[in-house]
């Protein structure tokens, strides 16, 4: 914001994609001049905190305002108020709207209130015109009731009604004849007139809108007549029946339209809707419905009556690939071992089977690298680890070179593969965890461990579930280490993360999983909490923290030769080093650079990893025109991470909120902590329980402007960053090294060890 400019009011609100929202503006001054005084400033962002170029049609914009308008000033005797109609754009989910100071006003002040959904508006036509816009789909018509209060009781015409359609561009669209509007010179619009017979008070009246082919929103505007001193109200309009003739010559909807469409109506809609397009696209429409929404014994339902009536590979695939996921969330399923269930000799003393999803170096991600350091780690004080991956692992991500059986820093690692060509074969998660199941049973026989130990897998259960039927088969002890909560990972969906009986089932497959497990680790506080609240017993869970490799993270010298390369000379170096995704924030570092170069110009943000939000970032800086100030340097091996992160002056972690995030310590902070890099997080729960009080400090979760007042603090006060980060690494060294958890881990396996001795 300039200097002669001044924020009035702000505030943001959560919208749905598309829709319609209406907003009292109240504005007023000390001074008694009325005047064009304000402006009132809107932006759109998505569920990514992207912002949405969008220029809506009632406003203008300029360099400095995406969409905005002029709003008269009152006095504090009299404040101005009016309502603005305001329409969504496509994947919009929150807007942030702004009243700005204009011209010079003695004391403004300022509110803006969002109406609630589905009431009537009011507006007193005398004052100002009544407005709205709504957004439509060409298939739909919409119903909406209007109400004149005729005050005067004037005879004859007392208001007009204005419509116009638009494509996407901002294109006017012809209304169709059957909704009976009449073109009007004057105003440049379609239109109606609505009279008075009698004088009636009260006319009332239901205008039904017929949306031409191509139309996306409609603008509906209502101006009085013959000085009427009219009253309007008007109720949110509404989708009341398909229109048939948007269909071919067979009676079916346009086939692209429809998948178009199918994304932005409700269910009971998408329902409707198929019944009225192509046999395929009808089982296509109720299919994809179910899978978002997480109803799959649904979505099963629905492939079923298609195979029946017209079984192909497709149809196929779908039903076994649901039918299986399905399958492995019942509480009751799990893989069947009939073979032996005698071991060739006594387990090995000390020798724990790790089921690992990912392994190093195939991977150096954070958790890869607490794999590496656990087995590390435990091999140095006597532990003898075995690590074994998921069935085609790496191959499934594309690795086809490496080696079934290889040692790793002094630790076996095994690999099941069932080669390039029959690899796809299992694919099917039921299928998949069965042939696992069965090698694993063929390796514990040849191995003979004392302990099974599982980590979280893909999508949480399946290594957990696998470990339980070997267990049991065994009659070997089994640990389950939750390092995270992917119960809602399947949608970015919130709302369906958090209610749909997809997400509901993998929690009770996870609690059900833990409570059959010998003993529960978890990485934190905050996570061992959240298990204790689903169920799990206290006494049951061990926390085994992330930690760090101290005498192999040791403070050092910024790389010249690495400065030089990456050209960040006399730079004040902002670092994340993480995969990036959403739930990271990356976006919210990146939005408070430009406030952090009005302070400090020579401030570059660089950012190593990859992931699927790399694109999506690139894209912001570029729309915030700071390509020089941001560097993407792509993924970089561990072996060579340490040399970035001394690069780094100030490592920020800004993850969003998210039920995970909330709850798992992630480890790339401890390696920054270890290194002395100063320290700064979003204040979620678990990344404070990292810093604690005085190892680092934290900013408002999602709020750019807040990060960048604290990161100009920091940079201004860097004794201070560098005292706390000292205190930091001493707080690692007594409290978070991989050799105090490996006698955590033994501490464990001898508990273990004596109450299965005990209980056989």
């Not at 929404?293 to 149809?315: H, N």
């Not at 009751?332 to 392994?359: A, C, E, Q, R």
Request: proline fraction near 4%; glycine fraction near 4%; aromatic fraction near 10%.
């Amino acid at each position: 914001m300039t200097d002669n400019q001044k924020t009035v009011y702000e505030t943001e609100v959560q919208v749905k994609p598309q829709s319609f929202l209406r907003v009292i503006i109240s504005s007023s001054h000390a001074g008694d001049r009325v005047s064009k005084g304000m402006v009132f400033s809107v932006q759109f962002f998505n569920s990514e905190d992207k912002e949405i170029k969008y220029n809506h049609l009632n406003f203008s914009k300029s360099i400095n305002y995406s969409n905005y308008r002029y709003v008269l000033t009152g006095n504090y005797g009299s404040p101005n108020k009016e309502q603005i109609s305001i329409l969504t754009p496509i994947s919009a989910t929150y807007i942030k709207m702004k009243l700005i100071q204009w011209t010079f006003l003695s004391d403004p002040k300022g509110e803006i209130e969002t109406l609630s959904d589905n009431q009537r508006y009011e507006a007193k036509l005398a004052d100002n015109p009544f407005e709205i816009f709504f957004s439509c789909n060409q298939f739909w018509s919409y119903t909406s009731s209007f109400k004149f209060i005729n005050s005067q009781r004037n005879i004859g015409r007392i208001g007009i009604l204005l419509v116009r359609y638009f494509t996407q561009d901002n294109r006017p669209l012809t209304p169709q004849s059957k909704e009976q509007l009449s073109w009007s010179e004057k105003y440049q619009s379609y239109g109606k007139y609505y009279s008075s017979l009698q004088g009636e008070l009260v006319i009332e009246h239901e205008h039904k809108f017929f949306p031409p082919e191509g139309a996306v929103f409609v603008e509906v505007k209502v101006l009085q007549w013959n000085d009427s001193e009219s009253n309007f109200e008007c109720s949110t309009p509404i989708e009341d029946s398909l229109q048939w003739d948007h269909t071919d010559k067979k009676g079916l909807l346009n086939e692209s339209m429809i998948s178009h469409l199918s994304h932005f109506i409700s269910l009971e809609k998408r329902t409707e809707l198929s019944s009225s397009v192509s046999s395929r696209q009808h089982h296509d429409l109720l299919y994809d419905s179910y899978i978002q929404t997480g109803d799959l014994q649904s979505a099963l339902s629905a492939v079923e009556i298609e195979y029946q009536s017209k079984p192909t590979k497709r149809t196929l695939h779908r039903l076994t690939y649901i039918a299986q996921m399905i399958k492995s969330l019942d509480l009751d399923w799990f893989p069947i071992l009939s073979s032996s269930k005698k071991l060739t000799k006594t387990p090995g003393l000390n020798k724990i089977l790790h089921m690992f999803k990912v392994t190093y170096p195939f991977e150096s991600t954070g958790g890869s690298i607490r794999n590496l350091n656990i087995v590390e780690s435990q091999k140095n004080i006597g532990i003898e680890p075995i690590v074994v991956t998921p069935l085609n692992y790496p191959r499934t991500f594309g690795v086809t070179d490496f080696k079934h059986q290889e040692t790793i820093r002094g630790v076996r690692h095994i690999r099941f593969d069932t080669g390039d060509i029959h690899f796809q074969s299992a694919s099917y998660i039921c299928e998949n965890l069965q042939l696992n199941t069965q090698l694993l049973a063929g390796l514990i026989r040849t191995e003979n461990p004392e302990i099974l130990h599982a980590a979280s897998g893909y999508k949480g259960y399946e290594l957990a579930t696998m470990a339980k039927v070997l267990s049991e088969h065994f009659s070997i002890p089994w640990v389950y280490e939750v390092r995270s909560f992917h119960e809602h990972t399947w949608t970015k969906d919130i709302f369906y993360a958090n209610n749909s009986w997809h997400t509901k089932q993998r929690i009770l497959k996870e609690n059900s999983l833990m409570m059959h497990a010998t003993q529960v680790v978890t990485i934190s506080e905050s996570m061992k909490e959240a298990l204790i609240d689903r169920g799990i017993p206290a006494e049951k869970i061990t926390i085994v923290p992330n930690a760090v490799d101290i005498d192999s993270f040791l403070p050092g010298q910024k790389s010249k030769k690495l400065i030089k390369r990456l050209k960040l000379e006399k730079k004040k170096i902002l670092g994340y080093i993480s995969n990036i995704s959403i739930r990271e924030g990356h976006e919210v570092l990146i939005r408070s650079l430009p406030l952090i170069l009005e302070e400090h110009p020579d401030a570059v943000i660089m950012i190593v990893g990859d992931g699927p939000e790399k694109d999506n970032l690139i894209q912001i800086v570029s729309e915030l025109e700071i390509e020089e100030k941001v560097l993407f340097t792509g993924k970089v091996d561990h072996s060579e991470i340490q040399d970035y992160y001394r690069l780094i002056d100030l490592f920020i972690v800004p993850r969003k909120r998210d039920y995970a995030s909330d709850l798992v310590t992630p480890l790339k902070p401890y390696e920054a902590m270890a290194l002395e890099v100063p320290l700064i997080v979003s204040d979620r729960k678990a990344l404070i329980e990292i810093i604690g009080k005085d190892r680092g400090y934290s900013f408002k979760t999602e709020d750019p402007e807040d990060l960048a007042n604290l990161v100009c603090y920091c940079l201004n006060n860097m004794d201070e960053c560098k005292s706390r980060a000292k205190t930091a690494r001493a707080w690692l060294i007594k409290n978070r090294t991989w050799e105090k958890n490996a006698q955590l881990y033994r501490k464990l396996y001898e508990n273990i060890r004596r109450e299965w001795a005990n209980d056989k």
